[in-house]
T-cell receptor, first 114, second 114 residues
Framework: DGGITQSPKYLFRKEGQNVTLSCEQN?????MYWYRQDPGQGLRLIYY???????QKGDIAEGYSVSREKKESFPLTVTSAQKNPTAFYLC?????????????FGSGTQLSVL | KNQVEQSPQSLIILEGKNCTLQ??????????LRWYKQDTGRGPVSLTI?????NTKSNGRYTATLDADTKQSSLHITASQLSDSASYIC?????????????FGGGTRLMVKP
């Protein structure tokens, strides 16, 4: 059963704590993305990776870090430097279909601050 | 600045009725426009993708239209069902079609009541 799996579904962070959100895909996609979604706002790109061992900052990378050691995995760490981390986090991977890049999203992780 | 504006922000309709959601964008150079459906607490799922040369595209009861001259798109839902209750997100892609070059609208939250 192919797809993108995000875990956990819900996560709580204490002040000064780093937390890591998991994203795994078995679609054999090269590119993976992390987005942040706030109520009423459009998704904003945090980080993306187009190939293993390489990643690039998106529009709102400050306070976040990622790694891409395996093709299947793209974990996101929300560091203590991110002062407003409460949001819904979406991971996506992509494949090219003729001329268009099609994004496939995971089910998301809701992060809240205690 | 590239922007995607959606209206209305929220909409309530009765089951069986039709509705139309609007999307205006200022993204340039434009490549394609996508509509996604996002159930609460889930990741977005693609409904349609249209290039600048396409005026309309259907996916079951969903029909998207595009006017690249006025930079407007609409999503028409016919004979609404309770399962149509979700947020609908308009996404515009810059010319390179990559997932890191997408601009997301804030979405329209649709509620279908029995």
């Amino acid at each position: 059963d192919g797809g993108i799996t995000q875990s956990p579904k819900y996560l709580f962070r204490k002040e000064g704590q780093n937390v890591t959100l998991s994203c795994e895909q078995n679609l054999n996609h090269d590119a993976m993305y992390w987005y942040r979604q706030d109520p009423g706002q459009g998704l904003r790109l945090i980080y993306y990776s187009q190939i293993v061992n390489d990643f690039q900052k998106g529009d709102i990378a400050e306070g976040y870090s990622v790694s891409r050691e395996k093709k299947e995995s793209f974990p996101l760490t929300v560091t203590s430097a991110q002062k407003n981390p409460t949001a819904f986090y979406l991971c996506a991977s992509s494949a090219w279909d003729r001329v268009d890049e099609k994004l496939f999203f995971g089910s998301g992780t809701q992060l809240s601050v205690l | 600045k590239n922007q995607v504006e959606q209206s209305p922000q929220s909409l309530i309709i009765l089951e069986g009725k039709n509705c139309t959601l609007q999307c205006n964008y200022t993204v340039s150079p434009f490549s394609n426009l996508r509509w996604y459906k996002q159930d609460t607490g889930r990741g977005p799922v693609s409904l349609t993708i249209m290039t600048f040369s396409e005026n309309t595209k259907s996916n079951g009861r969903y029909t998207a239209t595009l006017d690249a001259d006025t930079k407007q798109s609409s999503l028409h839902i016919t004979a609404s069902q309770l399962s149509d209750s979700a947020s609908y997100i308009c996404v515009v892609s810059l010319n390179n079609n990559a997932g890191n070059m997408l601009t997301f609208g804030g979405g329209t939250r649709l509620m279908v009541k029995p």
